[in-house]
C-alpha cells in the first residue's frame, strides 16, 4: 500500500499574510481550523474544500502557536470551542460559530509554552514558561463565564 494526496486546500488568499504554522480537525472532520504567523485564524470546510470564515483574534496576538478543539460530548464531535494558543504565552478559547471570546489561561507573567487537553475536554493541561505544570479544571473555567451572563441578564 502506499499514501497518496487526496486533495489539497488552495493556498491562503493573496489578500492575507498568513503562512499555516499549526493546525487542527473537529472530531467529525467536517473543519479545519490554520493559523501561523498572523492574528487571523482560517477556518475551512473540509467536505466543500473551501475557506469558510476567517477570525481575527485580538491586535496583541502576532501569532498562533497551537491550535485544539476542546471535546463536548454533546455536540457530536462538531467541536464549536477551539483553544488558541498565541505567542504572548495566552491560550484564548473561542466559539468559532460566534466568534466570542469565552476564556482564557495563562498571562503575560505566567504564560504557556505548551498544552494539551484531555480527550473528554474536562482538564487542560499546560506546561509554563517557567516549567511548572497547570492543570486547568474546563468545568470551573466555563462556570465563570456562566455566572457573568447571569449576572447580565438581571
Same mark, same amino acid.
Given at each position: 500500500?502506499?499514501?497518496?494526496?487526496? %486533495?489539497?486546500?488552495?493556498?491562503?488568499?493573496?489578500?492575507?499574510?498568513?503562512? %499555516?504554522?499549526?493546525?487542527?480537525?473537529?472530531?467529525?472532520?467536517?473543519?479545519?481550523? $490554520?493559523?501561523?504567523?498572523?492574528?487571523?485564524?482560517?477556518?475551512?470546510?473540509?467536505?466543500?474544500?473551501?475557506?469558510?470564515?476567517?477570525?481575527?483574534?485580538?491586535?496583541?496576538?502576532?501569532?498562533?502557536?497551537?491550535?485544539?478543539?476542546?471535546?463536548?460530548?454533546?455536540?457530536?464531535?462538531?467541536?464549536?470551542?477551539?483553544?488558541?494558543?498565541?505567542?504572548?504565552?495566552?491560550?484564548?478559547?473561542?466559539?468559532?460559530?460566534?466568534?466570542?471570546?469565552?476564556?482564557?489561561?495563562? !498571562?503575560?507573567?505566567?504564560?504557556?509554552?505548551?498544552?494539551?487537553? !484531555?480527550?473528554?475536554?474536562?482538564?487542560?493541561?499546560?506546561?509554563?514558561?517557567?516549567?511548572?505544570?497547570?492543570?486547568?479544571?474546563?468545568? $470551573?473555567?466555563?462556570?465563570?463565564?456562566?455566572?457573568?451572563?447571569?449576572?447580565?441578564?438581571?
Amino acid at each position: 500500500d502506499t499514501l497518496f494526496c487526496k %486533495y489539497q486546500l488552495p493556498a491562503p488568499p493573496e489578500s492575507s499574510s498568513i503562512l %499555516y504554522k499549526v493546525f487542527a480537525v473537529t472530531r467529525d472532520g467536517r473543519i479545519l481550523a $490554520a493559523g501561523g504567523k498572523s492574528n487571523h485564524l482560517h477556518l475551512w470546510c473540509l467536505e466543500a474544500r473551501q475557506l469558510f470564515r476567517i477570525i481575527q483574534m485580538p491586535t496583541k496576538v502576532r501569532a498562533i502557536r497551537h491550535l485544539e478543539f476542546l471535546p463536548d460530548s454533546f455536540d457530536a464531535g462538531s467541536n464549536q470551542v477551539l483553544g488558541v494558543l498565541s505567542q504572548d504565552g495566552i491560550m484564548r478559547f473561542i466559539n468559532i460559530q460566534t466568534c466570542k471570546l469565552l476564556f482564557e489561561i495563562g !498571562s503575560l507573567d505566567e504564560g504557556i509554552s505548551s498544552s494539551a487537553i !484531555s480527550p473528554h475536554g474536562r482538564y487542560i493541561a499546560s506546561i509554563m514558561e517557567n516549567g511548572s505544570l497547570n492543570i486547568y479544571s474546563v468545568q $470551573a473555567l466555563t462556570q465563570e463565564i456562566n455566572k457573568e451572563e447571569v449576572r447580565a441578564q438581571n
